[in-house]
């Protein structure tokens, strides 16, 4: 019998293939449950931690309510990816190429269908059923395309009358007594006279959207109807709503060609734009740029188009959707279900980041009626949540991007001076009608 | 066998020796060193070109694929206004330009190229907008000249004069964009403008001003005649750059294009196609075509350079 003489190499590949084993083994993780039935070792596989990417523009009251997730979905992790800038070419692109995003990202209302359309998104109807009834219908009416629904309402956006305090006590207006749209006018003309011009009411850019076209949604109208179907910016109250702004901006009570982001910020700051239409969430970005100026803001009814009507609008408004690219929809979804459609997430939502519930049963909640210290002890959630009781359902339709660019258009040519508002419209909606072929 | 000759057994390398010969480390290792560049330029360059003319001739809509569709979306940039009126603003803000620039980074060049005190400091302040961002540029430019809300207003309104803003006066957009091009630019094209009037021989001068030139004569006679292939280039270049310029009108007046479509210009307008319509195959036929209007262009100014040198 000869002995067997090992190697330099053979013993180095054996101790080497033991060393990995033992490691492997001690990688391993515990069993998590051991379950003793009838002598039997049964042993539960071990759950492994699933993570999920979050990418929005808007990330931190997310991360405000994870602690809370966490503790009732230890087997979810979350990360948090910041988008920089560009955010939605980069989302757009991603969805239409099908490349891997994250598990969720942020839409605009007006974006949910067009970038459903490029089948990117996940159909969640199924998650989405048991909520249909609990949310507020115009949040639902943005989320489907097609009879499906692809997004998780993430916040209301009502709109309601904000003013300085500090602006009107100066000069001796009441904004709650502000009415109509020609008493905000007659308003902003005394603010001008008696400030020689320091402040007025807001700033107005020639070729926005807003307020115009929010102003035609709170009576009723918009760029196409319900179905999505016709165009309907030619309507009398389109062109009513045009006439009143191109008096407002010859009026010498707005800040002319101001954009609508930065200047506009400068202009809160300082409260030379002292009384303006806007949207809850525009609170959250003034506390961030002038933190200084809390408790001198109020908020009051937006105004009518006639005396005694409460139609209210929005401005804004986001979901959540899922990338049909993710790996863990269920994972995802849970978590949106957690952020927006349970009354602890969408309380920490509204405490971190302004926030509005996008569920019907927030009225009854008792943190509806807190006294709001930013504006100066306003039970502001209260009022804003009447208002986004009112606000009817609109449709962005599909075209909502290109019909947009083509009404701001005409929204220039009016306050030019170029073409009467019922021409501006005219036009417009024989463009939308043409370029997208509808009604 | 002849004498003096030695017949040695010759080594007959096969077929497999070649090839083992062929593929040595020695001999793939160049094309190794080098192969990064042409896989990522073949992934980033290549691919996504012929991507783009495969879909410009469908109704691409992502992942969901989309319709073979023919020309359509090439016949379809003859009746869309909105792209008549990008083609339209970008050429004429080209020609501007182009002629413009040209002119000024020359003249820059020449006097920056005379001995002079400063001179370095000069050269250094007329390249400094090269380096600045042009996203501090449009939000400093917004801020000043964009509105109502300016530090302007009231020192204009000291003077009686009403300030109203500069970006809602359709007029007023084309020179803003274009005074905003040509001052980040010129620093630019005029160190490469200086670099070419460095390289002309200074005898050629001297030799002019012995048979009594002026500075005038010597610039029209010798510089330029001289600076012709370098002035071709900036107008390529320029030209080039004009129908890329995207950056600065969609910070001041986003895709849209501003009041009347002023400023609407061809790239912001692909831009908007693609990647806020959704329209992927009409804004590849777009880019194909302004591809090939650039193209052109640069042929006609290398054949006008030529023919005026050959003159």
Partial sequence: MTEKQFSRREFLRVTGAGASAALLAACQPPPVKVEKVDEVVVTAPPMEPVTIGVMTWFNHPFKDLLPQFKDSNPDIDVEFIDSGDGYSAKVATALASGSELADIAGAQDNQIKLWA??????????????????IVPYKLANSTYQGKTYGIPWDGSPCLLYYRRDVCEQYNIDPEAIETYDDWLAVGQQLVGQSDNKHR??????????????????????????????VIIDAPEAVETLEFLKTLWDSDTIFQNMDMWGTQQASYKDGSSAIFPQAIWMANS??????????????????????????????GGSQLMIPITSKHKEEAFKFCEYSCLTQAGSEVLWTSGDLFPVLKDAENWEIINEQSDWYGGQAALRMFAEANGKVTSYNFGIGWAEGRDIYTQAVGEVLNGDKTPEQALADAAKEIRDRQDLG | MGTGTLDLPVKSETAHARMRRWYSWENVAPYVFISPFFILFGIFGVFPILFAL?????????????????????????????????????????????????LLSLGFAALLNRPMRGRALYRTAYFLPVVTSMVVVAILFKFFMGSTYSPLTPVLGMFGIE???????????????????????????????????QSIPAELYDAARIDGAGDVQAFRYITVPLMRRVIAFVAIVSTIGMFEMFEMPYLLLRSGGGVDRAGLLTAPFIFQQAFEL????????????????????????????????SE
């Fill in chain 1, 201 to 230: 009411l807001t700033g107005l850019e020639k070729t926005n959207y807003f307020p115009s076209l929010n102003w035609i949604r709170q009576q009723g109208g918009g760029l196409y109807d319900l179905e999505g179907m016709k």
């Fill in chain 2, 54 to 102: 495969w879909i410009s001739f469908r109704n691409w809509k992502g992942i969901r694929g989309g319709e073979f569709i023919g020309f359509e979306n090439f016949t379809r940039l003859l009746t869309d206004s909105f792209f008549h009126t990008a083609l339209k603003n970008t050429m004429i803000l080209g020609l501007l330009y182009t002629t413009l620039m040209i």
């Fill in chain 2, 278 to 309: 959704f329209k992927f195959g009409y804004a590849s036929a777009i880019a194909y075509v302004i591809a090939l209007i650039i193209i052109g262009l640069s042929l006609l100014q290398m054949f006008a350079s030529e023919r005026t040198a």
């Fill in chain 1, 117 to 134: 359309d490029t089948g990117g998104m996940a159909d969640i109807s199924e998650y989405m059923a048991p909520y249909e009834d609990k």
């Fill in chain 2, 163 to 197: 300030f109203r803003g500069l970006l809602g006066m359709a007029w007023a957009i084309k020179p803003i964009l274009l005074v905003m091009m040509l001052w980040r630019w010129v620093g630019f094209n005029m160190m490469i403008m200086l670099a070419g009037l």
């Fill in chain 1, 286 to 315: 003034i506390k961030g740029n002038a933190p200084e100026t809390a408790g001198k803001w109020g908020v009051a009814p937006l105004p009518a188009w006639v005396r005694g009507d409460s139609g209210t609008y929005t401005y």
